[in-house]
């Protein structure tokens, strides 16, 4: 079975931090992805965890715990342009399948 | 631009009948996947091809098709058109099959079925 539950939306401020958090159920877990959608754009790649720990790539950084089912997106500095939905994604079945969550729309507040 | 081209950018048709949409990865891409984005559903995984060969396969309906030919393009058929198969459809391409490898987004078709 698959489930992938996200915050509906969050609101932060210019320059702050924000942490988006993403709890999952799955079957054959193979990685973890975080990807950032602006509205009516298409998809792009943040983040791929596949083992425990903190990945960081400038101003974002993601986190996966496999035994909790637990993965965060934290975003430092935030700017305007970082309004966005963030979507987490699970490779599962030994990469079989990609599953989306419903996304997180951020907004960031000047 | 990710370099992933999609045509048409949008399709306006009527129940019942057959669109084809195309996808053309980035150059040295050999991975190709579709997704499906409605509101209703958020973004679904349809099918996903590695070097003309099916991978790996998602909640694609069987009145949809897909294919990768030889040049790496791929085209995505939609039969039997239904209401509910309005939606933004996208092609990613990857360098590789796994996970690992990032995938890039086209720019998407919207389809509208009447």
């Known amino acids: 079975g698959q489930n992938i539950d996200q915050p509906t939306e969050m609101t932060a401020t210019e320059g702050a931090i924000v942490q988006i958090n993403c709890t999952y159920q799955?079957?054959?877990?193979?990685?973890l992805f975080w990807y950032q959608q602006h509205a009516g754009e298409a998809p792009t790649f943040l983040s791929y965890?596949?083992?425990?720990g903190l990945e960081e790539k400038g101003r974002f950084s993601s986190f996966l715990s496999r035994s909790k089912g637990y993965s965060y997106l934290l975003l430092k500095e935030l700017q305007m342009k970082d309004s966005a939905s963030y979507l987490c994604a699970i490779e599962e079945d030994y990469g079989q399948n990609f599953v989306f969550g419903p996304g997180t729309r951020l907004s960031v507040l000047p | 631009d990710s370099g992933v081209t999609q045509t048409p950018k949008h399709l306006i048709t009527a129940t019942g009948q057959r669109v084809t949409l195309r996808c053309s990865p980035r150059s040295g891409d050999l991975s190709v996947y579709w997704y499906q984005q409605s509101l209703d559903q958020g973004l679904q995984f349809l099918i996903q091809y590695y070097n003309g060969e099916e991978r790996a396969k998602g909640n694609i309906l069987e009145r949809f098709s897909a294919q990768q030919f030889p040049d790496l393009h791929s085209e995505l058929n939609l039969s039997s058109l239904e209401l509910g198969d309005s939606a933004l459809y996208f092609c990613?391409?990857?360098?590789?099959?796994?996970?690992?490898?990032?995938?890039?987004f086209g720019p998407g078709t919207r389809l509208t079925v009447l």
């Open positions: 799955t079957s054959g877990f193979n990685g």
């Open positions: 965890n596949v083992l425990d």
């Open positions: 990613a391409s990857s360098v590789g099959s796994q996970g690992t490898n990032e995938q890039f």
